[in-house]
């Protein structure tokens, strides 16, 4: 089992920018495949942007594209999320996971290792 404690999150006003950090324990780190994932009140959890063990593969959802960068340094067990050009819409509790595989993957049923989440809140 892989523990992860996310940080970074917070208020900020459209357009806006914030990084998130996720630091990892427990199982060895570079072996799982790391994605962000995030959850707005009433809607289900989404996809948000995932990064393959070796770092070489990276995959973001649509709405996310050119505006959020996944990053991770595993000699310090910790995944970024960089989020630049905030809009009211990325508005939600965000989730770092670790995935049951070293491979890219996008699919929520894939991470078995979930933190406990932190708020990002974008100000029109």
């Known amino acids: 089992q892989v523990q992860l404690v996310e940080s970074g999150g917070g208020l900020v006003q459209a357009g806006g920018s914030l990084r998130l950090s996720c630091a990892a324990s427990g199982r060895t780190f570079s072996r799982y495949a790391m994605g962000w994932f995030r959850q707005a009140p009433g809607k289900e959890r989404e996809f948000v942007a995932a990064?393959?063990?070796?770092?070489?593969?990276?995959y973001y959802a649509d709405s996310v594209k050119g505006r959020f960068t996944i990053s991770k340094v595993n000699a310090k067990n910790t995944v970024f999320l960089q989020m630049n050009s905030l809009k009211p819409e990325d508005t939600a509790v965000y989730y770092c996971?670790?995935?049951?595989?070293?491979?890219?993957?996008?699919?929520?049923?894939?991470?078995?290792?979930w933190g406990q989440g932190t708020q990002v809140t974008v100000s029109s």
């Open positions: 996971a670790a995935a049951y595989t070293p491979d890219l993957t996008a699919e929520l049923s894939d991470f078995g290792s």
């Open positions: 990064i393959s063990w070796s770092g070489g593969s990276i």
